[in-house]
């Protein structure tokens, strides 16, 4: 096999390993049906009041829910992100729990340097049919932190 071949063939397979490329896995966020969710991280400055609860805005219009707060991460190997999102549309509710979880680390990173920081993030729902009567946040910060709860009830027009 000449080089060319044997180095476009292996190419994928150091970037995969190396981390360059991320494949889609079992435990990526599904969102309920009849709801899109979207996730962003806007900053991740640690100034800014902590102790403070999301806040739930609803757009009647729009049929959309968006949550904004802010979140510690205890160190570098951790992120925030949604571990569940739930909508159950017998009850019309909706349930969202947003953490800081260990993310994926290269196979070489052996330890997680200190990394106190905040994480502020929104996510955005929009629902196909009907908005939820009652929405519900939870954050879930890295240990030691006390949790934050907001709950909302949506005036149905």
Known sequence: M????YLRTLS??????????????DDDEQSPDG????????SQDPSGPMDHPPKITIAHEKQLV???GKLWRGNSCETVKPS??????GSRRFNLVIAALEKETPL??????????AIEYELTARFQR????????????????????????V???
């Open 66 to 68: 968006t949550v904004r």
């Open 12 to 25: 994928p397979v150091i970037a995969l390993a190396g981390g360059c490329i991320s494949l889609p896995t």
């Open 108 to 117: 070489w990173v052996t330890s997680c340097q200190p990394a106190l920081g």
């Open 155 to 157: 005036q149905q027009r």
């Open 130 to 153: 009907t908005l939820p009567t009652v929405v519900t946040v939870t954050e879930q910060p890295t240990d030691g932190y006390k949790q934050q709860r907001a709950a909302k009830t």
């Open 84 to 89: 569940v999102v739930e909508y159950d549309t």
């Open 35 to 42: 709801v899109s969710t979207e996730f962003s991280i806007l």
């Open 2 to 5: 000449d080089r060319r071949t």
